[in-house]
């Protein structure tokens, strides 16, 4: 590493340590194939293979620097609805090979899912859960979410559904069932229910656009908003962004 650049990380960590910390990061990962264009590469897929790899790094990072929980948006529904199928696949095969192996072998965290699992090929899907599976003992460690073919709205649709399926279950009419209706059912009926809001959510690329992700979660966040696409994104990134958020954290509480 670069001298400046562990200087100016190591007065990063230092200027955090007195400043309040987030305790969930969400993270768009957006501008792997403008990343891949930049770099001369001819196949823009391969952004994807350095943004998969580029996310084990970013994981170290957030756990380095005490954040507990994170949200990684991996694709969104309409992206694999949307592109290629060419590229669907190889995204697919990225979530499966690279970052579902990677949480097994990381205990830093304990896997969850958010998403239509309906949306992946079931080799993906199934890689997915069983990495669930294997990270759900993990109890002292980090949680980390992967969305993938995630969509906000569709989140609480899917929510509202389980709140109406509990309520049919159970016999109640749906006047009632309307009329009790409170936030906590809708969050009780989340992809991943029982987490901490994310406190702050990066976006990279310069997109300045929430476009569809945690609809629900992030109505409070912090938003930070990085030029850098998703590859380029560095530690130092990271840490200016818990910087600000401390600091806006703080004016807000003076
Ligand atoms: C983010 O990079 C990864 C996914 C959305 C799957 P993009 O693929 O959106 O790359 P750009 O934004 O077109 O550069
Ligand atoms: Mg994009």
Known sequence: ?????????????????????PQHVAIVMDGNR??????????????????????????AWSARAGVRCVTAWVASADNIKRRDPAEVDYLMQLAETVLAK?????????LHVAGQLDLLPDSTARALKEAVEA?????DAGDLTIAIGY????????????????????????????AELT??????HLYVPGLPDPDL???????????????????RSDIEFCDLNW????????????????????????
């Open 151 to 178: 969509s906000g709205r569709l989140e609480v649709v899917d929510a509202v559904r389980g709140v109406l399926d509990e309520a049919a279950a159970s016999g109640r009419e749906l006047s009632e069932v309307a």
């Open 1 to 21: 590493m670069n001298p400046l650049y562990r200087l100016y990380t190591h007065k990063l960590r230092r200027q955090l340590a007195g400043l309040p910390q």
């Open 201 to 219: 959510v990066i976006r990279t690329s310069g997109e300045l656009r929430m476009s569809d992700f945690l609809l629900w979660q992030a109505t």
């Open 34 to 59: 403008r990343w891949a264009r930049q770099a001369g590469l001819d196949d823009v897929r391969l952004g994807h293979r350095f943004g998969a790899h580029h996310l084990e790094q970013f994981l």
């Open 183 to 188: 936030e906590e059912d809708i969050s009780r």
């Open 231 to 254: 590859p380029a994104f560095r530690e130092i990134d990271l840490l200016r962004a818990l910087r600000t958020y401390g600091q806006r954290v703080l004016e807000r509480s003076s």
């Open 102 to 110: 990677h949480v097994r072998r990381d205990h830093r965290w304990r």
């Open 135 to 139: 990270t759900r003992d993990r109890h």
